[in-house]
């Protein structure tokens, strides 16, 4: 079946640098990536999805590339602000249903 | 107005108890989720439910039993808690299972705790 990795699992970054999420895949098939913020205390919220005929979406600050061949997709987040810390979830959706990766933790240090 | 809402929040309760939580989505959507989140974070999938029929349904205890009574409803019953069963539940719903229906939406969670 479908395995989502994700790393790092902890990312520290200063605020208005960038940051990189990395997620990888093993089924082929897939062809549906969201990603999800979740905040402390609330349900994962979608921030931004790309689909498998798409190599690259952004939305404002936010951007994900996907690279098919390598199985292999990434989450940029450009000039980091206090509010982006959170845990982010990356997911691969088989068969119409979503295999999780584990959640990497950012941190926006002042 | 809220899109997917779970009752209660905060459940705290003894080892061995029965108790419920509820999930109600008014986005019209067909497909229903219960996620089982952990002191690690990670998420995992426990039940789906598309209108009102189990499609999903994961290695998870037998004491744990969803109940979908109407489309936009899907409740959680759990009998004889463990400490183990401790953590965040989660209920979501997604437009359907066909391509361009897969995104799933978050309820605020339900935190339990079994002392």
């Known amino acids: 079946g479908e395995n989502v990795e994700q790393h790092p699992s902890t990312l520290s970054v200063q605020e208005g640098d960038s940051a990189v999420i990395k997620c990888t895949y093993s089924d082929s098939a897939s062809n549906y990536f969201p990603w999800y913020k979740q905040e402390l205390g609330k349900g994962p919220q979608l921030i931004i999805d790309i689909r498998s005929n798409v190599g690259e979406k952004k939305d404002q600050r936010i951007a994900v590339t996907l690279n098919k061949t390598a199985k292999h997709f990434s989450l940029h987040i450009t000039e980091t602000q206090p509010e982006d810390s959170a845990v982010y979830f990356c997911a691969a959706s088989l068969n119409y249903q979503l295999i999780w990766g584990a959640g990497t933790k950012l941190i926006i240090k002042p | 107005d809220t899109a997917v809402s779970q009752t209660p929040k905060y459940l705290v309760t003894q080892m061995g108890n029965d108790k419920s939580i509820k999930c109600e989505q008014n986005l019209g959507h067909d497909t229903m989720y219960w996620y089982k989140q952990d002191s690690k974070k990670f998420l995992k999938i426990m039940f789906s439910y598309n209108n009102k029929e189990l499609i999903i349904n994961e290695t998870v205890p037998n004491r744990f039993s969803p109940k979908s009574p109407d489309k936009a409803h899907l409740n959680l019953h759990i009998n004889s808690l463990e400490l183990g069963d401790s953590a965040v539940y989660f209920c979501?719903?997604?437009?359907?299972?066909?391509?361009?229906?897969?995104?799933?939406?978050f309820g605020p969670g339900t935190r339990l705790l079994v002392l």
């Open positions: 979501a719903s997604s437009p359907g299972l066909t391509k361009s229906q897969e995104t799933q939406y």
